[in-house]
């Protein structure tokens, strides 16, 4: 090998490198940017199993209300 190939080998090496971690600290930086604290994720989901036990509430009592109008 000769010093042209292992400084091209080592320049190319460097700044793969470089972008690599450019692009890691963009996806870490975004994810950082879209997370939700996990009391905010604690209360969408609590007040998304209350509309479906609302949801199933009434769906229950249109149920009753067409069997009962029918006989």
């Known amino acids: 090998m000769d010093l042209e190939s292992i400084g091209g080998g080592l320049g190319g090496g460097i700044l ?3 972008l690599t ?4 600290n963009r996806r870490v930086g975004r994810i950082e940017d879209y997370k939700q604290d996990k009391t905010v994720c ?5 007040g998304s199993e209350q509309r479906l036990e609302r949801i199933e509430n009434k769906l ?3 149920g009753d209300y067409i ?5």
Not at 21 to 24: T, V
Not at 42 to 46: F, G, M, Q, T, Y
Not at 67 to 71: A, Q
């Open 60 to 62: 229950d009592r249109l």
């Open 42 to 46: 604690e209360a969408i989901h609590k």
């Open 16 to 18: 793969i490198g470089i």
């Open 67 to 71: 069997r009962n109008h029918n006989e």
């Open 21 to 24: 971690a450019l692009g890691i």
